[in-house]
């Protein structure tokens, strides 16, 4: 194992760290995401998965937890089915990064309405126990128009007023805008001027954002049909939100005209279920996209910058 093998050599740690009673605890895939990854906010990559054993021998002693199932993981973070007391659990242990920071107070503020419930946190450690949710089932499992919907509904009952605790939109768009500044080449000027307007001026009632419910990002649930999972939660447009939800399933798509009347139906359902206004939606997912396609194209997904400039060409078209 990738995982076993990287731990003895960089700390020694004895392979019943990375499996426990036959239960994979650090997976290699996660190894893989993370081996030489540059650090954000705390640890490096390799710094971090050597402090993962002991990250996660501590959250279980400290919370009493049984561990009950091997570990999943996304790009950032593991997650170990466990039990406390006899109910099933989900510990959470993210790579310290900035846009996990916050994820804590905006689960403690919407409380469990329309995502995971938080039943207990320990920010330091980027360590969050959850309520259990079906990882095997997202909204790539329904049709497209279905998904929508159930979106639009999620994001009626996450926008609501943020607290004070988490970050602000504006301040962090700062450090996403300032290389469109620039005037990439690998994005027409006109879709970076548009964009940059919109940041710089477009105002707006600040609402607590999830900031990335595509369809992979909502869960089948137990206490209600789906959950959202995994928020960033900032104080910022409602608008931005949508945009997720436009670049993933993108294998929906038709091209040409056909792709424009889909992109306006997914903005159209989702905006008309969640209460977003039809224009500020266009706006903010236009300057997303735009956004989007300056990152695909710095990390060398040219299909990627074709696909969200092809979005923003379909919204400007609302």
Request: net charge negative; glycine share 8%.
């Amino acid at each position: 194992m990738r995982a076993r093998a990287f731990l003895r050599a960089q700390t020694g740690v004895p392979s019943a760290h990375v499996e426990r009673e036959g239960k994979v605890l650090i997976p290699d895939d996660l190894v893989r995401r993370l081996s030489g990854r540059p650090a954000d906010i705390g640890d490096d990559g390799d710094a971090w998965l050597r402090r993962l054993p002991s990250l996660i021998d501590e959250r279980l002693d400290a919370w009493d937890l049984l561990v009950a199932g091997d570990a999943r993981h996304g790009h950032n973070a593991i997650v170990i089915p466990v039990t406390r007391r006899g109910e099933p659990q989900m510990l959470k242990l993210s790579w310290p990064h900035r846009e996990a920071a916050s994820e804590h107070l905006g689960l403690r503020h919407w409380n469990g309405g329309g995502i995971v419930r938080l039943a207990a946190a320990h920010p330091a450690d980027f360590a969050l126990l959850l309520e259990p949710l079906d990882s095997g089932r997202d909204l790539h499992a329904i049709e497209t128009d279905d998904a929508c919907l159930v979106i639009g509904g999620l994001l009626r009952r996450l926008n609501v007023a943020p607290p004070h605790s988490v970050p602000d939109f504006r301040a962090e768009a700062r450090g996403w805008i300032e290389p469109l500044r620039a005037h990439p080449p690998s994005v027409p000027r006109r879709w970076v001027d548009r964009a940059l307007d919109t940041f710089d001026a477009r105002p707006y009632e600040p609402r607590l954002l999830h900031l990335d419910l595509h369809f992979g990002n909502v869960l089948a649930a137990g206490r209600e049909p789906w959950l959202a999972i995994d928020p960033k939660p900032v104080a910022g447009p409602a608008g931005f939100e949508v945009y997720p939800a436009l670049r993933t399933r993108v294998e929906d798509y038709r091209g040409g005209s056909l792709m424009h009347a889909e992109v306006r139906s997914r903005v159209e359902l989702i905006c008309g279920e969640a209460g977003i206004d039809l224009d500020d939606a266009r706006e903010w997912c236009i300057a997303h996209a735009v956004l989007n396609a300056h990152q695909v194209a710095e990390e060398g997904w040219p299909t990627l910058v074709t696909m969200h400039l092809a979005i923003a060409k379909a919204l400007s078209d609302l």
